[in-house]
Each structure stands twice: as C-alpha cells, then as structure tokens.
C-alpha cells in the first residue's frame, strides 16, 4: 500500500523560506564622513563667486560655437569613452548574472531512450523478454536558499559596482570635455602668438627697409643693415615652432574627435580668436565637491560594493540549505508485459523526488574567517581612499582656483607692458629716422615687443586653460551624459548581431549617478 508524502518537510520549508526573507549577515553600508573645508582658501572676490554654478554645459560660458559643436562631436565619437560605455554594459551584464542566483542555481532538462539486451545466461527473472526499452523524460532542480542573505548581499555588491562604472564613465566624461576645451584652447593661442609673429615681422621688415634707406643716403654704416637683418631672422625662426604646436593640437584634437588626423573642419584651420573669461565664475561651495564629481561617488560606491562583500564572506560560516528536486516520465517496453511506449504519458509513469538538506563546514572556520578579515580590510581600505579622492578634489579646486585668479592677474600687467612697448616702438622709430637715437635703441625695443606679444598671447590662452582646469576640478559636464547614449548605435548593432543582449542595450536603464545617503535607492533599484 503507497504512503501518503508527509506534510512534516514542506511546513519546515515553508518556515525556512518565510526566515529566508529577512536574514542579512554583514554590516550595512553608510556613507563615509570627509573633511573638507566650509569656504574656499584661494576665491579671489573678484572673479570668484560661492554662488552655486551652472556647471553642467560649462563650455558654453566660453561663447565659442566652435568649441561647442567640437565638444558635442566628442561625446559621440571619442572611441575612450565608448570603452568606458561598453564597460557599464557589461556590469548590467554581471548584475543580471549575479541576481540569478536568488533563483534555482541548477536547472535541467532530461530525457532519453535506453535500449537493453540481456544475455541468455544472465539471470532474468523480473523480466519477461530479453529485449526492452526505457523511456525517459524529467526535470531536475537544485536551490541553495539564501538564507543569510549571501546572494542578496552579491546583488548589492553588483549593483554598487554597476553605479561606480557609471561614475567612473562620467568621470571620463568629465575628463575628455575638458581636455577637449584645453586642446582648442591651445590651439587658438598658437594661432594667435602665430598672427602676432607674422604682424610683428612686418614692423622689422618696414624697419630694415629705413635702415637699408639710411645706410644708402650715407647717414649710417653696414651695421645698422645687418643688425636688422639679424632681428628680422631670428623672429623667422620662432614661425616653425608655432606651426608645429598647431598641427599638433589638430592632430590631438582629431584623435578626441575619434577621427584621424587631418579630418577636422576647415573652421579649426583657419585662424580663430581666443575664447574670452567670463567677468565672475560662480563655483558653489567646498561642500558641494561631494555631491558633483564623479570620482568622489565612484569612491563611495566602490565602498559600498567591498562593504557587502563582507557579508558574502560571512554567510560561510553558517550552514547553507538547499532544496533537490526531480520530476518525470519514465516507462518500460519490454514487448512482452503489456507495458509500451504508449503508456508514457500515462500517470502510472509520473515519478518524482524533493529532498531538503543543508552543508556546514564546520571544519573550515579557519580559512572562512581569514577570507571574512580580507573583505573587512579592502572595504578599509576604500574608505581610506574615499577621503583621499575628497581631499585631493579639494586640493585639485584651489590650485586651479590659484592658478586662474593669478593668470588673470598677469594679463592684466602684460596687456598694460605690451601697450608701453608698442608705443615706445613708434617713438625710438621716428627718432631713429630723425637721427636722435642709434639703430640699437629700436632693436632692443623690437625684441622686448616680440616677446611681450608673445607672452601676452600665451597667458591669454593660459588663462582660459586654468579656467577650464578650475570646471574640471569642480567636476562640471558629467550631467550630459544623461541626454546621450552611452555606447553609439553603431556598436550596439554589431552587438546585437552577434548575440541577444535583451533588454540591456537600452540607454534608458541608465541610472541617474547617485548622491550620498541615497545609496539605498541602488539596493531597490536591483533587488
């Protein structure tokens, strides 16, 4: 007589399953505590205002619309930052990976057809026929309960990990607007101190013609000619060196571009004016550091992710229950016994097992602990990094903050020098025609202008440099990233034509970054 399936085993699963739910071994993630400074030790009142800033297109402040279409290309088509795209895609991927394993670790499918043929001289005496069959068809499954919480804390790992790389892509962002910015910058300036060299040769070429004039009329020796001469190459010789600082910034800007080089826009080779520095740069507060840059919440999420290792490495040192289950068809055809393949479908040949148990291994404490003590120290050890990025972050502000108040400060006097040169030049050179004043006296003057055009050239663009340095630091631009795709749409074609990504090519399901003390919203996000 069958016995009924004892209602013992599935009412302590029902217990185990409802526990299940609410263990989580570890500590909780909470934010680190950073010490940074309440106001900003180098802000020139001047140019420097705590007003929060509008730091999210910052390039615009510029007023460059070459700059602007040069910046939008680069989101689309810097190959570094489609990298650090493809990065994200495969964390989504490892997060998909990681909350499988809330399910049934094990699966599968079986079936089969097994052909027997016995020997005469074997023993047979359960069986009618020499010759049968057994079908087969079942599904198997195994499931580690997660009892302590082991799996949920590797989803809040993953998830953590998945919100760092989408930190560490706007950290990359943050980092190619800026360099974009700086490479323009540069470029306009050398083309700028190119303009002022050429301008300035033409001065020297109108001064060697008085002085050739003067030394034909008999009024001055040869030296005068040559002296001129001399001046007028060595000014020569600087356009070589200004040419090439040109190509160069091109070169660099096509690779940002994505492009090879010599692909840029005729716009970018002709000549073109240095962006102009806002009257007043609002900035914000030390404070607000901790919620704009991005590798300030990469620190903090990485932190997250090694604080719920932790717990990972913990629930090892409990024991761990499983629940084994199988379900099938199963049937003889033997010929013989009236059984056949027809009766497969039959209930007589439905078959089942359902099995609970647990593993403990108690003999392991040893190595589990230790593995816990190495979880417990990196998650030290990215606090400690989390307070070093924040300091750091706040040191990278004030020196550009230094820099570009004091930039500023030095083209103010080199405008002031290069206006008493150019208007000395016009005096010694009327003199000099008038024979008040010897060749030497306009000479001198010719390279003291040369120079301080130059330099003033050079701290123009400096100046906006350091302004860009100063946006870079405080951590602006990262927010366009959530207008944009990630990963273009050409490489999501070839993707998808090699394999099913589902759902996890879509842009959309990129998560806003998150800010301190909402790190929980992450946790419900992917649980």
């Known amino acids: ?75 689309k ?50 069986f009618y026929s020499r010759f049968f069959q057994v079908y087969r068809l079942g599904f198997d499954a195994a499931w580690e309960l997660d009892f302590w919480g082991r799996y949920r804390r590797g989803i809040e790992s993953a998830g953590a990990s998945l919100m760092a790389t989408i930190a560490g892509y706007d950290e990359i962002l943050v980092s190619l607007q800026a360099e974009i910015a700086r490479t323009y910058v540069t470029l306009r300036t050398y083309q700028k101190r190119l303009e002022v060299a050429r301008k300035n040769l033409e001065l020297m070429k109108r001064s060697l013609r008085i002085a050739e004039a003067r030394f034909n009329s008999g009024a001055v020796s ?24 040109i190509s160069r910034s091109q070169n660099s800007l096509s690779i940002l571009l994505g492009l090879p080089p010599g692909q840029l826009d005729q716009a970018l080779m002709a000549p073109g004016p240095i962006p102009q520095v806002p009257p007043k ?3 914000g507060i030390p404070a607000d550091l901790i919620r704009r840059r991005p590798d300030i919440r990469r620190a903090e999420l990485l932190a997250a992710a090694r604080c719920a290792k932790i717990g990972v490495a913990k629930a090892d040192l409990l024991p761990a229950f499983a629940i084994t289950g199988t379900i099938g068809l199963a049937t003889l055809d033997d010929g013989a016994n009236g059984q056949d393949a ?12 359902a099995g609970f148990g647990f593993n403990w291994p108690i003999l392991n404490y040893g190595r589990i602990k230790n593995r816990i003590r190495v979880q417990d ?66 000479l001198d003057i010719h390279r003291f202008l040369t120079r301080q055009e130059d330099k003033l050239a050079s701290i123009q663009g400096e100046a906006v440099i350091n302004l860009i340095g100063l946006y870079k630091a405080l951590g602006g631009g990262w ?33 806003p970054a998150a800010k301190p003390k909402e790190y929980r919203w992450t946790r419900k996000v992917h649980w």
């Not at 027809?342 to 097992?353: A, K, N, Q, R, T």
């Not at 550009?400 to 500023?408: D, E, G, V, Y």
């Not at 944009?484 to 842009?507: C, F, H, I, N, P």
């Open 1 to 75: 007589m069958d016995r009924k399936p004892s209602l013992l085993p599935a009412s302590l699963l029902a217990i185990i399953l409802i526990v299940s739910g609410c263990a989580t071994v570890g500590p909780d993630f909470k934010p680190p505590k950073a010490d940074i400074q309440s106001k900003w030790k180098e802000k020139d009142p001047a140019t420097i205002s705590e007003e929060p800033g509008q730091l999210d297109r910052w390039w615009e402040v510029l007023g460059d619309p070459v700059l602007n279409r040069l910046v939008s290309r680069a989101r």
């Open 77 to 126: 088509g810097n190959l570094t930052l489609q990298v650090a795209g493809l990065r994200i895609l495969e964390a989504r991927a490892r997060l998909a990976v990681v909350t499988g394993k809330l399910y049934p670790q094990q699966q599968r499918i079986s079936g089969g057809v097994d052909a027997f043929g016995l020997s005469k001289n074997s023993s047979n005496v359960n």
């Open 222 to 245: 040869e030296l005068d000619v040559q002296q001129a001469k001399a001046i007028l190459a060595e000014t020569e010789a600087i356009l070589p060196k200004l040419e090439l600082g």
């Open 281 to 283: 740069v609002a900035i």
């Open 342 to 353: 027809g009766d497969f479908f039959e209930g007589d040949s439905l078959s089942y097992h």
């Open 377 to 442: 120290a990196r998650f030290q050890q990215a606090l400690v990094n989390y307070q070093n990025v924040v300091l750091k972050a706040a040191r990278e502000t004030e020196d550009a903050m230094a820099a570009f108040a004091r930039s500023l400060k030095r083209m103010r006097y080199l405008t002031a020098s290069t206006r008493s040169y150019h208007r000395s030049l016009q005096i010694a050179t009327l003199q000099y025609r008038e024979g008040l004043v010897d060749y030497q006296r306009v």
């Open 479 to 511: 927010q366009t990233r959530q207008t944009m795709e990630v990963v273009a749409a050409r490489y999501q074609k070839q993707m998808s034509e090699r394999t099913d990504w589902g759902g996890l090519l879509d842009d959309s399901k990129v998560a």
